[in-house]
């Protein structure tokens, strides 16, 4: 069994040290092999904040790493930095690349930057990054579970958050349903959910699973949403092509936690594993 660990809006400037202690407990007893930080991994964007961040990462000892940058990533007290290298502590930490890509046997992972210097908090999606991406869903192995990375949500379930949803998020969502594109994984509103897109969005050419994550260190929690992570886990020796995902939430016992499973779905993807 393949598994994927998604960590998102960790915040750091805000994570919590109990809830870093449960989490790298989580990782070693899970042992994933892949590692999703789908953005806002501080909370403004400070080099300190930034080491912290990566000293972490390298702590959980997850062996592959695939990161972007949030809005809370790019400095904004200082407007001279967030114009001219918005991106400059971001890649020092966590580059060489905005907008990284992995391949493995089971699986191809693609991110996209949905941030702008010009937004404060919205992320948007360009024709390019939309044209780019389904390209390369086109060239995945039919073995492999395609997952697209941003950092704000395609598709949101509540009309207090449409605000906060992706620019451009329906074209978007209809090239990658049609490039073949299995997952689109993202953060931003610390409300996890799962939703498949096909039963949401009219006219969708196959099913396509948006898979939101919550906050999974910072005390900027919602009422509703505590602390959570998600764990997706695949058999590439299955004979159809299917994840499982769980999300796995933090539950405070005294001055100890832990994170618990707390909702599990099944992602199928419509096609077969080929071979």
């Not at 046997?105 to 990054?129: C, F, I, P, Y």
């Not at 009309?159 to 209809?174: I, K, Q, Y």
Request: aromatic share 6%; with cysteine; hydrophobic share 40%.
């Amino acid at each position: 069994m393949k598994k994927l660990l998604q960590i998102s809006d960790p915040h750091f400037g805000t994570a919590q040290p109990p809830v870093m202690e449960a989490l790298v407990a989580l990782v070693r007893q899970q042992r994933p092999d892949v590692l999703v930080l789908s953005g806002d991994i501080t909370q403004r964007a400070t080099s300190a904040q930034f080491d912290a961040a990566r000293a972490f990462c390298e702590r959980l000892q997850i062996p592959q790493l695939l990161a972007l940058p949030g809005n809370h990533d790019i400095p904004l007290f200082n407007p001279w930095q967030r114009l001219v290298t918005p991106y400059a502590r971001y890649l020092q930490a966590f580059g060489p690349e905005l907008e990284p890509v992995l391949d493995t046997a089971w699986l191809q992972l693609t991110a996209v930057n949905t941030t702008r210097r010009w937004r404060h908090k919205n992320g948007e999606v360009s024709d390019r990054q939309i044209k780019r991406v389904a390209a390369r869903l086109r060239q995945a192995g039919p073995g492999q579970l395609r997952v697209v990375v941003v950092h704000q949500p395609v598709y949101v379930l509540r009309a207090a958050d449409e605000h906060d949803r992706l620019r451009g998020w329906e074209p978007a969502v209809r090239a990658w349903a049609a490039a073949g594109a299995d997952i689109v994984m993202g953060g931003h509103i610390h409300l996890p959910y799962v939703c498949e897109l096909s039963s949401c969005v009219d006219g969708l050419p196959r099913r396509l699973w948006c898979v939101q994550a919550g906050t999974a260190l910072s005390s900027r929690i919602r009422r509703e949403a505590p602390n959570s992570v998600n764990l997706l886990s695949c058999d590439p020796a299955a004979p159809a092509l299917q994840g499982r995902l769980e999300r796995w939430d933090y539950r405070s016992s005294g001055g100890a936690g832990s994170f618990e499973v707390a909702h599990t779905s099944e992602l199928l993807p419509d096609r077969p594993v080929s071979g």
